[in-house]
């Protein structure tokens, strides 16, 4: 399947047309940003890491009934998906505090949270993807009541099979955002899971193994994703 038409360029990848209109091309950048834009870099190989971790996640998660959009892997930066519609929403699962939820609610970074939190934002750059709730999803038609279930069902289920496996490779899921997408109808599960998307700490030593290097200037940022991919690879 080749390429044609790209069809959008985002951060992080760009999204092509094929000669299938059920199947789109996604091709991962090394482009990196952060703080809505504010912050531009580039990380060498990470659209490589993204690639290939997405498409072992996503078919692990397949395995395992969240329905999702990956076909094929094509090479190193290109994978083969559904062409789905996207829910304008971030879903985002918190395990333990961090980032913009310890600074609104003024809980450390690294406090377990009690039960798990799920928070959805509305996609839109321009406001800066503000935080919503159900009603606002709703009083939107941003989805229906329905797919809003089924993205939570997906989510939390997401959450059990993902906490497990990076625990097994040394790696403490603390929190990471989704985006679905709907296909013949049905909700199922889009974009990228990531070192991008993800916070990863490192079991023994809460080392940050994500973008958070990038966003916070940590240092070895491109070592660190590398380091991520090979323990997922085992
Ligand atoms: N996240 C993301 N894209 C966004 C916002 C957040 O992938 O546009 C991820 C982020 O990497 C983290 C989780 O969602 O794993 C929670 O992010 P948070 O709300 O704490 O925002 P941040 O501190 O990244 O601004």
Redesign the pocket.
């Known amino acids: 399947m080749e390429k044609l038409e790209m069809l959008y360029e985002g951060k992080a990848k760009k999204v092509y047309k094929t000669e299938d209109e059920k199947r789109y091309i996604v091709a991962y950048k090394d482009d990196a940003t952060?703080?809505?834009g504010l912050k531009k870099g580039s990380i060498a190989d990470k659209g490589i890491v993204n690639n290939k971790m997405s498409n072992l996640l996503f078919a692990m998660l397949e395995e395992k009934g969240v329905p999702t959009h990956f076909e094929k892997e094509l090479n190193d930066r290109d994978t083969l998906v559904k062409a789905v519609k996207i829910l304008p929403l971030?879903v985002?699962?918190?395990n333990v505090a961090?980032?913009?939820?310890?600074?609104r609610l003024g809980i450390e970074e690294g406090v377990q949270m009690k039960s798990t939190v799920l928070?959805f934002?509305y996609?839109n750059d321009e406001l800066g993807?503000p935080?919503i709730n159900d009603y606002h999803i709703e009083a939107m038609s941003l989805a229906t009541k329905e797919q809003v279930e089924k993205v939570k069902e997906y989510a939390f289920k997401v959450n059990e099979v993902l906490k497990g496996f990076f625990m097994e490779r040394g790696l403490k899921l603390?929190?990471?955002?989704l985006e679905f997408g709907i296909f013949e109808d049905k909700v199922i599960l889009a974009d990228e899971i990531s070192?991008?998307?993800?916070?990863l700490w490192d079991a023994q030593t809460n080392k940050k193994m994500?973008?958070?290097r990038f966003?916070r200037d940590l240092g070895d940022v491109e070592k660190t994703y590398q380091e991520v991919l090979e323990r997922i690879n085992k």
């Open positions: 952060a703080f809505n971030e985002i699962v918190r961090a980032g913009s939820l310890s600074k928070e934002s996609k993807d935080m603390i929190d990471f955002k070192p991008d998307t993800c916070r994500d973008k958070d966003r």
